[in-house]
């Protein structure tokens, strides 16, 4: 669900809209099976299972799609939902690092298909740890320019009495990166000022980025929707970095 680099764009284009839709449906789902099971059916006295919820319903997911998630999570409908939290690394082309980030009822299905989608498009499979390190996890509220400024989020979020390390331009979006912790004060920051954003999640963020030419994207990306469309994924995390010009050179396509 991370869809705010540079290249979104281009690559939404090309993706299948309705899929990705879907597939993001199912992804809050799960997040919402997950806080049922862990805390109850209660959202008032379950804040996970309220924060998944709000976010789901921020997202357009039906509110009948979520009533049952709840149900199911919490045990009330005689099934019993046990996911893991799986996290695979994986080199791309020209260097790049990936983490993918599974949610899984079944882990020997998870490592299987992750591993086949990651070798049969260019990738290989790297050694527990040897990318990981190259990657932070960090609070990320994304949210479109509009009128905003880095300066004038930045004002916002630290009047607020929240604490964020920066705003970064992704070019046609913002993203503000903070500790996990203070990720919550940042959003509420925002809505205390009536100012809208797409997404707040607790990402992976690399420390350092790897820039490719026209060809390594075009490899890239065929691996990373390899990669997005497995149920079992939830994100798919890069040190990618994609120019302008590579960009404008794969819209001629």
């Not at 290249?7 to 099976?33: C, G, L, M, P, S």
């Not at 799609?65 to 046990?82: C, M, P, S, Y």
């Not at 260019?122 to 996890?137: C, E, H, Y």
């Not at 980025?209 to 994924?233: C, I, P, S, T, Y």
Request: charged share 30%; with cysteine.
């Amino acid at each position: 669900m991370s869809g705010h680099s540079k290249w979104a764009t281009t690559k939404h284009k090309k993706a299948a809209i309705d899929a990705k839709r879907a597939k993001a449906f199912a992804q809050y789902i799960k997040k919402i099976e997950v806080a049922a099971r862990a805390g109850g059916a209660d959202i008032a006295g379950n804040p996970g299972l309220e924060l998944a919820v709000s976010k789901a319903k921020k997202n357009s997911v039906p509110a009948a799609n979520i009533d049952r998630a709840i149900k199911r999570g919490a045990g009330l409908t005689g099934e019993v939902v046990d996911y893991t939290e799986i996290i695979y690394e994986a080199r791309g082309p020209q260097g790049s690092a990936l983490l993918v980030e599974c949610l899984t009822d079944n882990k020997n299905r998870a490592a299987s298909e992750t591993r086949v989608a990651i070798t049969r498009n260019g990738g290989t499979i790297a050694d527990p740890g040897s990318v990981q390190f190259l990657f932070a996890r960090k609070g990320v509220v994304v949210l479109p320019k509009g009128e905003n400024t880095e300066d004038s989020l930045l004002e916002v979020v630290l009047e607020a009495g929240a604490d964020a390390e920066e705003v970064v331009d992704n070019g046609e979006t913002f993203s503000i990166i903070s500790e996990p912790t203070d990720l919550r004060a940042v959003a509420e920051a925002l809505d205390a000022a009536g100012i809208e954003y797409e997404s707040d999640e607790v990402e992976f963020v690399p420390s350092m980025k790897v820039e490719l030419d026209a060809e390594g994207a075009r490899k890239f990306f065929k691996l990373e929707e390899a990669l997005e469309e497995l149920d079992d994924v939830q994100n798919v995390y890069s040190n990618v970095e994609i120019s302008a010009e590579v960009l404008a050179e794969l819209e001629e396509d």
